[in-house]
């Protein structure tokens, strides 16, 4: 790393607090004969005193120095001769980014600059990169997704989650959605135009399309199989959509039930069993809140006029769909 050229005066990310600092000043000290940075000052006091009378530049005024060790640094890349524009690159191994929560990481995209995060975007895995922007402020990830190559968002936006994906597209133009969509396969992209082609403000506009269904004939076994396959989707599963052999929607089985039965058995020998709770692709956001809150239940199905479930709702959905604008809340993000 080159000291002045790379860190002094740049951003840096800040592992250990979760934070973008600018390096005010660094601090070496001689270590098995070798001089070794060891701190970044962070702090106001010492940037001024650089600025300031040339006599006391020299002395050194630590306010608040961060070890290097937990410090990320980005590094100026220059381009071809005659391409004014400079992209960055972040140092070291990165272990530490990939510690943080997704709540953690989409924190550091809202503050870096437009280089430094489409960096941070790259040394991510696409799947954790997904789980950040889906905690970042729906604002900043539209601006996000602008700045980005339409292959990389679609890379993104398909490994978020079905409704966190659409919500983004939605705040995106017509053409600008279009682009990426047409870089997504084609399976993603029919699921995203589907939903895409509800209105937001009903049941079909903000439920997710990720809904783990099985027949009655299958064994708990069966079920708990299917739903270890969709690991990726955890976080919007909280029951199964049990059908019958055409399809139908019989009843809705929260986790705790599968866990608490046989696991040769089949699911319709379980007999503890509630009336499922359910609503139209044309429902109403105060219906559904309406229906969430009299069936004391975290999450509702979202069935079609055959009765055949076709998405989930949860209640973090509703939430969001009821705040008015932008100003969504994202209950992982505030826990943390």
Partial sequence: VRLTKDVLDHQLVDVDGVQVVRASDLYVAPILGNLRLVGVDVGMSSLLRRLGPK??????????????????????????????????RLKASNEGLHRLRPGELADLLEDLGRGQRQELLRVLETGNAADALEEMDPEELENLLRESDPKKAAQLLSSMEPDEAVDALRDLSK?????????????????????????EDQAGGFMTSHVVVVTSSHTVADAIEMIRASVEHGSEIDAVAVVDENGILEWDCPLVDLLMAEPASALSAIEERERPVTVRVDATVDEVARQLVESRRSSILVIDDGNTPIGRILADDVIDALMPGKAKLHFPRLLQ
Avoid: C
């Fill in 55 to 88: 006599s006391l530049r020299k002395r050194p005024t630590p306010d608040q120095v961060i070890d290097w060790a937990a410090i990320q640094p980005f590094e100026d890349i220059d381009h071809e001769e005659g391409d004014a524009v400079s992209s960055v």
């Fill in 175 to 199: 053409d600008e959605s279009g682009e990426i969509l047409s870089h997504m396969n084609e399976e993603k992209a029919h699921e995203l135009e589907e939903l895409l082609s509800y209105p």
